[in-house]
């Protein structure tokens, strides 16, 4: 059975950094997999955030992601990661890192798409 366990939310000043992790166990996934962080406001829809490629590394952003966050894995871990900088005060939410582990077509930015959850962790954004 896959578990995602993330870490690293919390509180941060506006302009701050936060640095998010995901560890998977339970499953060593295909070349073929993605991994993901999406996010979710209170009042709002999961929306996706960031995805990285199991195999390979190549990453694809969300326009309000774009230039500010970094996605990255380390296989040899299992481990997904989200460095967050320069956030501001529409990034506070749960955020919550997914897995698609097999093949998809092309990026998976729908929340269907992905299998495996975590739990999600609250960051907090202040002015």
């Known amino acids: 059975q896959v578990q995602l366990v993330e870490s690293g939310g919390g509180l941060v000043q506006a302009g701050g950094s936060l640095r998010l992790s995901c560890a998977a166990s339970g499953r060593t996934f295909s070349t073929h997999a993605m991994g993901a962080w999406f996010r979710q406001a209170p009042g709002k829809e999961r929306e996706f955030v960031a995805a990285v490629a199991w195999s390979g590394g190549s990453t694809y952003y969300a326009d309000s992601a774009k230039g500010r966050f970094t996605i990255s894995r380390d296989n040899a871990k299992n481990t997904v990661y989200l460095q967050m900088n320069s956030l501001n005060l529409e990034d506070p939410a749960v955020y919550y890192c997914?897995?698609?582990?097999?093949?998809?077509?092309?990026?998976?930015?729908?929340?269907?798409?992905?299998?495996?959850w975590g739990q999600g962790t609250q960051v907090t954004v202040s002015s």
């Open positions: 997914a897995v698609r582990p097999g093949y998809g077509l092309g990026w998976s930015v729908a929340p269907y798409e992905y299998d495996h």
